[in-house]
């Protein structure tokens, strides 16, 4: 089953085999959907053809019909006026049909993604914290056993450095992060793990493993943990770059926001009392393509 993930910054699709649960072909590629959101409120011409143009290399690894593949969008969508016209826009140009998917949905599908590769790693699923950080927003689950909280913030990264700019970003950050420090203050006890399943986490993650954006490895990210010291660290090292270093080691499209997002990942962990992170790539596009795999198996049974 395919699930296929336009977020923020990035289109991400990957293939799963239902049986065994892992990943069989992936695809990723940054997009910047959001670019100019928050000064139009519009997906930017620029944006869709750049959006089309990674829908259409994806297509030639991924066979699609409508049987196999399930396309979401998420904040960049979901805050557009011209959400109808941009979806209708790459459908005609890729034959690949959008749904923009609230932020409850987006935090449940993050959930099944991230358990599953919980439980394939030996790890407890049942007590966590996970914060999914992206371009646009940034989704938190609370689960402690059967109890499950989502919440979901207008905090993201793309937006945050088209708000404040680099030169205001501590302010801006600080700033936009009262909202969510508000609801950590409702959490009163201590979780098994706070997990970070984004673009940030993973990206950081693989920079401390001496491995570059192209020779990027999931499964050599999927239970790194990632202390504040550490991370403090490599953005101390990225700041220092220069940008096309910078980009050897966070992809095209990344470099100029890989700083904000360090920061912003810093200070939500600092919110809610946590020194380390436990990195799971896993993320929407696998939780969209594992329920696709379970509504198969339920209808077969």
Not at 16 to 24: A, F, P
Not at 160 to 169: F, H, W
Request: neutral net charge; aromatic residues 8%.
């Amino acid at each position: 089953m395919l699930g296929c993930d336009l977020g923020s910054n990035t289109l991400r699709v990957v293939k799963i085999d239902c049986k065994t649960k892992e990943r069989v072909k992936e695809f990723e590629k940054i997009v910047k959907t959001a670019e100019g959101i928050a000064s139009t409120q519009n997906i930017s011409q620029n944006a869709l053809n750049r959006i089309v143009e990674a829908i259409l290399e994806a297509k030639t690894s991924f066979k699609c019909d409508r049987r196999n593949y399930k396309a979401v969008t998420t904040a960049a969508l979901r805050l557009a006026k011209n959400s109808s016209f941009a979806l209708e826009f790459i459908y005609k140009k890729t034959g690949v049909l959008f749904e923009i998917i609230d932020s409850s949905k987006e935090a449940e599908y993050t959930r099944i993604a991230v358990e599953n590769r919980l439980e394939k790693l030996g790890l407890n699923s049942k007590s966590f914290i996970l914060l999914d950080l992206g371009g646009g927003s940034c989704e938190v689950v609370v689960k402690n056993e059967s109890e499950i909280i989502r919440k979901s913030f207008d905090v993201g990264i793309v937006t945050i450095v088209e708000k404040y700019a680099l030169e205001n970003l501590d302010f801006g950050i600080k700033k936009e992060c009262e909202k969510i420090a508000l609801f950590a203050k409702t959490i009163e006890k201590k979780f098994d793990y706070f997990i970070g399943s984004s673009g940030t986490p993973t990206t950081i993650a693989s920079f401390l493993n001496q491995i570059d954006y192209d020779h990027y490895d999931y499964r050599k990210v999927n239970g790194f943990l990632l202390d504040k010291t550490k991370m403090n660290e490599a953005l101390e090292r990225l700041i220092l770059m220069q940008k096309q270093e910078r980009i050897k080691w966070v992809g095209v499209g990344r470099d100029d926001l890989i700083i904000a997002g360090v920061k912003l990942l810093l200070e939500i962990i600092s919110i809610f009392g946590y020194e380390t992170l436990l990195v799971i790539d896993d993320g929407l596009r696998e939780g969209v393509a594992l329920s696709l795999c379970n509504k198969q198996n339920f209808n077969t049974n």
